[in-house]
């Protein structure tokens, strides 16, 4: 069984920074893809950030392009969002994620963490 364990989340200011963390349990991430989600007050989970296995390949949602970015250490099994010019419509709890396979987009996420509440305040 994987159990997924986020931190990082809080509270920050428009304009400022936050860096989320994953742990992963169990021998298999260093072999799957994946990803990062969020979920607003009164709107559905939305899509935020892809990894594949090695780090080789990456997704962005439009809305955070340019201002995120996920890694991956697969030594520590850990995958990262490094969250920069917040903004208030990235208050969300963000959850990450782990895929079936290497490739998330074609093999989905078969594990979820429990997530992460990130505030963005003006």
């Known amino acids: 069984q994987v159990q997924l364990v986020e931190s990082g989340g809080g509270l920050v200011q428009a304009g400022g920074s936050l860096r989320l963390s994953c742990a992963a349990s169990g021998r298999t991430f260093s072999s799957v893809g994946m990803g990062w989600f969020r979920q607003a007050p009164g709107k559905e989970r939305e899509f935020v950030a892809s990894i594949t296995s090695s780090g080789g390949s990456i997704i962005y949602a439009d809305s955070v392009k340019g201002r995120f970015t996920i890694s991956r250490d697969n030594a520590k099994n850990t995958v990262y969002l490094q969250m920069n010019s917040l903004t208030l419509e990235d208050t969300a709890i963000y959850y990450c994620?782990?895929?079936?396979?290497?490739?998330?987009?074609?093999?989905?996420?078969?594990?979820w963490g429990q997530g992460t509440q990130v505030t963005v305040s003006s």
């Open positions: 994620a782990q895929a079936r396979g290497v490739y998330p987009v074609q093999s989905g996420y078969n594990y």
